[in-house]
């Protein structure tokens, strides 16, 4: 089983929709999950933090966490075209240190 | 501004061939990190360094060297023990290597194709 699963996609929304994307990871003890953007050829960028149990909204984007689950999603509300982009969900490795590890990502095209 | 600067952005290699690539930030970030990228693959990470003079590996180090003589450098230096490298090198930075978990920051990526 790999620790961090996702739907490779692509998903594609039409603009305006939400897009609801997903992930599961393998190690209970994990307390940290991570959303990260990546458009094509370029690197990473962090677009959402998620510590507890729920939901937590910024802007366009809510993130929802279930530990029991073992079960983290993004949504984006209100798509637009420039959302277009691979989504890498992460959480941080056991060991105590501030290692993260990432799922191979999901897809995403939002088509006008 | 502050962030993480990585070069060369492109890189090709003839097989047989060491080549090191630069990470530098100015974030004030005691962590750092390289990452390797595969087509349709999540990010593994090769090594990671907590403090200055002291790292660890991650899961596929092997046939990678690194150094952290500076809290601002880690390079990384592809060996030709490296049986498959062409792929892009990220190097990431956080504030702190352990503890409350923190965001990573990444460079812009270094793309290595061996010929």
């Known amino acids: 089983q790999k620790e961090v699963e996702q739907n490779s996609g692509p998903l594609s929304v039409p603009e305006g929709a939400i897009a609801s994307l997903n992930c599961t990871y393998s190690?209970?003890?994990?307390?940290?999950f991570f959303w990260y953007r990546q458009y094509s050829g370029k690197s990473p960028e962090l677009i959402m933090s998620i510590y507890s149990n729920g939901d937590k909204e910024d802007g366009r984007f809510t993130a929802q966490l279930n530990k029991a689950s073992q079960y983290v999603s993004l949504l984006i509300r209100d798509s637009q075209p420039s959302d277009s982009a691979t989504y890498l969900c992460a959480f941080r490795g056991p060991g105590g240190y501030n290692k993260l590890i990432f799922g191979a990502g999901t897809r995403l095209a939002v088509h006008p | 501004d502050g962030g993480i600067t990585q070069s060369p952005k492109y890189l090709f290699r003839k097989e047989g061939q060491n080549v090191t690539l630069s990470c530098e930030q100015n974030l004030n970030h005691d962590a750092m990190y390289w990452y390797r990228q595969d087509p349709g693959q999540g990010l593994r990470l090769i090594y990671y360094?907590?403090?200055?003079?002291?790292?660890q590996k991650g899961d596929i180090a092997e046939g990678y060297s690194v150094s952290r003589e500076k809290k601002e450098s880690f390079p990384l230096t592809v060996t030709s023990a490296q049986k498959n490298p062409t792929a892009f090198y990220l190097c990431?930075?956080?504030?702190?290597?352990?503890?409350?978990?923190?965001?990573?920051?990444f460079g812009e990526g270094s793309r290595l194709t061996v010929l």
């Open positions: 360094s907590q403090i200055v003079n002291d790292f």
């Open positions: 190690d209970r003890g994990s307390q940290s």
């Open positions: 990431a930075s956080s504030p702190q290597g352990t503890g409350v978990a923190g965001e990573l920051f």
